[in-house]
């Protein structure tokens, strides 16, 4: 559960209790509830305030968000509890989380101090008014004339609620939901939240199906205080605000009529009465949002750059491998690696990539040599994984990206096909004790069908007669897309003095300069790859 729950009860007791002692308190209270409603109730609810008595507040049950659509809360009467969504609160701001749970209460007081529901979103005006929260005359008329009630199942009971606003959640990239206006439901508030600034191409849209009614949009900060707005009147076509500058944080869109509460002849909010043809007809609309991409803080290129496009891929050879810290961070970022099958792929053979999907969306994508396209694996979850079953052996490459200029950290893991390797002729010769003695080295040596098997190493010593020149030096050759194979160079005291770990077909050593003695050569697979064939020159 969210850390910011148990403090945002206490929060709310303190702000409930300083509301309870204003001065002012009668007045605010006409204000939510209007002037009839049973005086002793409230009376009693005041002094028990007062007396930070808050036992008569109803239990709250956090309850699986499907249940609750798109609202963040809501209270029923007939349960006396308030149900709090569980995506919702799994990341909510302390003050967000306040905004909801004060909304409910009001929703609470009003259900104990009144026979019948107060018009409006009694409860939304409770929540400002407690937290301080000044409202202006157009938020005033929204929450005096939205409809708050709903329907909703919880273990095969249908209950009435009223609810907070419509909670879109984490919003990046396009999305869009349906809705409409009605006689019975002229407001709509939806919330939702950016992870990062708006740009110029971020927007929140509506779409009007409907030329008969006047659509406005308003956008407010996370306690629905007024931002902007837009109205272009009946033009059928609705209307878009732009989140340039809009910094990360939580959000509400109103979507409303624009006679919301104005009694007009043959008009009435939310629907339009054709006295001709004796109908009614209601406002649909497509509420769109275009919305930044989150960056996750200290993105920077990782190691693997530049690796853009295929021809620049990181070869990964043909031994499985996990690589983590990868990023995707850039809208025109791409990440490509190359692997090699030894044999035929088989069912237990696979690419997989594993990342936070709800801080951007990375899909994953091979290809043949030739740049020829497989398969690729785009789903919404936090994996994308393809299969390299019945694959020929060969070099294939692999194309991790982001969904519509989505950036996001990642980890990139390989199972690939092994092969058999035959140890070769110098086994064992896996450890400095037992290192093949080549002696006292004179000209040019090469000994060649040597392998690198599955946590194999291969230790060689041999003899400077003198300084080393120009022309001395320890080289192994190879097929690196068949496996990475590394060397180093220690003295007769076991001490590293040389290395070559290059990512080509070769690696070569120096000698020039070594004084005469004894030393000792260790080819290694890197990162436990193995080889089937190498070469030793000396």
């Given at each position: 559960?969210?850390?910011?729950?148990?403090?945002?009860?206490?929060s709310?007791?303190?702000?409930?209790?300083?509301?309870?002692?204003?001065?002012?308190?009668?007045?605010?209270?006409?204000?939510?509830?209007?002037?009839?409603?049973?005086?002793?109730?409230?009376?009693?609810?005041?002094?028990?305030?007062?007396?930070?008595?808050?036992?008569?507040?109803?239990?709250?049950?956090?309850?699986?968000?499907?249940?609750?659509?798109?609202?963040?809360?809501?209270?029923?009467?007939?349960?006396?509890k308030?149900?709090?969504?569980?995506?919702?609160?799994?990341?909510?701001?302390?003050?967000?989380?306040?905004?909801v749970?004060?909304?409910?209460?009001?929703?609470?007081?009003?259900?104990?101090?009144?026979?019948?529901?107060?018009?409006?979103?009694?409860?939304?005006?409770?929540?400002?008014?407690?937290?301080?929260?000044?409202?202006?005359?157009?938020?005033?008329?929204?929450?005096?004339?939205?409809?708050?009630?709903?329907?909703?199942?919880?273990?095969?009971?249908?209950?009435?609620?009223?609810?907070?606003?419509?909670?879109?959640?984490?919003?990046?990239?396009?999305?869009?939901?349906?809705?409409?206006?009605?006689?019975w439901?002229?407001?709509?508030?939806?919330?939702?939240?950016?992870?990062?600034t708006?740009?110029?191409?971020?927007?929140?849209n509506?779409?009007?199906?409907?030329?008969?009614?006047?659509?406005v949009?308003?956008?407010?900060?996370?306690?629905?205080?007024?931002?902007?707005?837009?109205?272009?009147?009946?033009?059928?076509?609705?209307?878009?605000?732009?989140?340039?500058?809009?910094?990360?944080?939580?959000?509400?869109?109103?979507?409303?009529?624009?006679?919301?509460?104005?009694?007009?002849?043959?008009?009435?909010?939310?629907?339009?009465?054709?006295?001709?043809?004796?109908?009614?007809?209601?406002?649909a609309?497509?509420?769109?949002?275009?919305?930044?991409?989150?960056?996750?803080?200290?993105?920077?290129?990782?190691?693997?750059?530049?690796?853009?496009?295929?021809?620049?891929?990181?070869?990964?050879?043909?031994?499985?491998?996990?690589?983590?810290?990868?990023?995707?961070?850039?809208?025109?970022?791409?990440?490509?690696?190359?692997?090699?099958?030894?044999?035929?792929?088989?069912?237990?053979?696979?690419?997989?990539?594993?990342?936070?999907?709800?801080?951007g969306?990375?899909?994953?994508?091979?290809?043949?040599?030739?740049?020829?396209?497989?398969?690729?694996?785009?789903?919404?979850?936090?994996?994308?994984?393809?299969?390299?079953?019945?694959?020929?052996?060969?070099?294939?490459?692999?194309?991790?990206?982001?969904?519509?200029?989505?950036?996001?950290?990642?980890?990139?893991?390989?199972?690939?096909?092994?092969?058999?390797?035959?140890?070769?002729q110098?086994?064992?010769?896996?450890?400095?004790?037992?290192?093949?003695?080549?002696?006292?080295?004179?000209?040019?040596?090469?000994?060649?069908?040597?392998?690198?098997?599955?946590?194999?190493?291969?230790?060689?010593?041999?003899?400077?007669?003198?300084?080393?020149?120009?022309?001395?030096?320890?080289?192994?050759?190879?097929?690196?897309?068949?496996?990475?194979?590394?060397?180093?160079?220690?003295?007769?005291s076991?001490?590293?003095?040389?290395?070559?770990?290059?990512?080509?077909?070769?690696?070569?050593?120096?000698?020039?300069?070594?004084?005469?003695?004894?030393?000792?050569?260790?080819?290694?697979?890197?990162?436990?790859?193995?080889?089937?064939?190498?070469?030793?020159?000396?």
């Amino acid at each position: 559960m969210n850390n910011s729950f148990p403090y945002s009860i206490n929060s709310i007791h303190d702000g409930i209790a300083r509301f309870a002692d204003l001065d002012t308190f009668w007045n605010s209270f006409d204000n939510i509830f209007g002037s009839e409603y049973n005086q002793s109730i409230a009376q009693t609810l005041r002094s028990e305030w007062q007396n930070r008595d808050f036992s008569q507040l109803p239990e709250i049950e956090v309850i699986n968000s499907d249940i609750l659509g798109n609202a963040n809360g809501a209270y029923a009467s007939s349960t006396n509890k308030i149900y709090l969504a569980d995506s919702f609160l799994a990341n909510a701001t302390l003050e967000a989380i306040n905004a909801v749970l004060l909304e409910e209460i009001g929703h609470f007081v009003d259900a104990h101090v009144k026979s019948q529901d107060t018009p409006g979103d009694e409860g939304e005006l409770f929540s400002a008014i407690v937290r301080g929260v000044n409202l202006s005359s157009s938020d005033l008329a929204r929450i005096h004339n939205e409809n708050d009630q709903k329907l909703i199942t919880i273990d095969g009971t249908t209950l009435s609620i009223e609810q907070s606003s419509i909670g879109i959640g984490f919003v990046e990239g396009y999305r869009s939901w349906y809705d409409y206006l009605s006689y019975w439901d002229s407001s709509d508030t939806w919330s939702f939240q950016i992870g990062a600034t708006g740009t110029s191409s971020d927007y929140i849209n509506v779409y009007n199906y409907s030329s008969l009614v006047d659509i406005v949009l308003t956008l407010g900060d996370e306690f629905g205080n007024y931002i902007t707005s837009a109205d272009t009147g009946f033009s059928g076509e609705g209307e878009t605000l732009y989140l340039t500058g809009l910094a990360p944080g939580y959000y509400t869109a109103v979507v409303s009529d624009y006679y919301d509460g104005i009694s007009l002849y043959d008009e009435y909010y939310g629907e339009y009465y054709d006295e001709y043809y004796g109908e009614y007809y209601d406002a649909a609309y497509e509420l769109n949002i275009n919305a930044p991409y989150y960056i996750p803080a200290g993105i920077i290129p990782d190691s693997y750059e530049s690796n853009n496009e295929q021809s620049t891929a990181t070869s990964l050879g043909s031994v499985s491998q996990y690589l983590s810290d990868l990023n995707i961070d850039s809208g025109s970022d791409e990440d490509w690696f190359k692997i090699t099958l030894l044999t035929d792929g088989t069912s237990s053979n696979y690419v997989e990539t594993d990342f936070t999907g709800s801080l951007g969306d990375l899909d994953l994508a091979l290809y043949q040599e030739d740049g020829t396209y497989i398969t690729d694996s785009a789903t919404t979850g936090d994996q994308e994984l393809i299969s390299l079953d019945g694959l020929a052996a060969g070099d294939y490459f692999i194309q991790v990206y982001g969904y519509s200029g989505a950036i996001n950290t990642y980890s990139l893991e390989t199972d690939l096909p092994t092969v058999t390797i035959t140890g070769d002729q110098f086994e064992p010769n896996n450890t400095q004790l037992t290192a093949k003695d080549f002696g006292l080295i004179s000209g040019i040596s090469q000994w060649d069908n040597l392998s690198i098997g599955s946590s194999d190493q291969d230790w060689f010593k041999f003899r400077l007669g003198s300084t080393g020149g120009e022309g001395n030096f320890l080289q192994i050759a190879f097929t690196h897309s068949l496996g990475d194979v590394d060397m180093r160079l220690y003295n007769a005291s076991g001490v590293e003095v040389a290395s070559s770990a290059g990512v080509i077909d070769e690696e070569q050593i120096s000698l020039q300069g070594f004084a005469a003695g004894d030393y000792f050569v260790k080819v290694y697979g890197y990162s436990s790859a193995t080889n089937p064939n190498y070469s030793l020159t000396q």
